[in-house]
């Protein structure tokens, strides 16, 4: 049975995978650019299937493991779009940066408006709307 993935550098790719890997674990258990680590780690995911996890290519009794694999990165994938719809949750430094982001963009959206009244209406979780309305 030949186990080659018949990459062109493997070294290299070795270097670059296990380089993703950590960037997609630092990025997503900080919260820091989780959107982005979740597209990277489900770009990762696909190509780890595609390439390494093609459980159809070995012989039966190898084939459940395979098929293990590839399921599980199915479900990773799952996670990695869930993430990526959903972004970093409360805890996050994504989080603590957009609030910070967001209150000094309406201050200053607000000190700028001589003419104009500014309200700020929360709509659903987390978003903001501005209204602005002439002076009565």
């Known amino acids: 049975i030949s186990t080659s ?17 950590w960037i997609i ?19 990762f995911v696909i ?17 459940l493991v395979r098929y293990v694999f590839g399921t599980k990165n199915l479900a990773a994938a799952g996670g ?18 957009s609030s910070k982001q967001s ?3 309406e201050a200053g959206q607000l000190s700028k408006q001589n003419t104009l009244f500014a309200y700020i209406v929360r709509v659903g979780r987390g978003m903001r709307l501005l209204l602005l309305a002439a002076p009565a």
């Open 25 to 43: 674990v630092v990025s997503l258990v900080l919260g820091l650019d989780t959107r982005y680590g979740a597209l990277l780690g489900l770009a």
């Open 5 to 21: 993935l018949n990459y062109i550098s493997p070294e290299l790719m070795s270097l670059l995978a296990r380089t993703a890997e």
């Open 103 to 105: 209150a000094s963009r």
């Open 47 to 63: 190509i780890a299937t595609v390439t390494a996890h093609r459980y159809w290519g070995y012989p039966q009794a190898a084939q």
């Open 80 to 97: 990695f779009i869930l993430l990526f719809v959903t972004g970093a949750g409360r805890f996050s430094i994504d989080n603590k940066l």
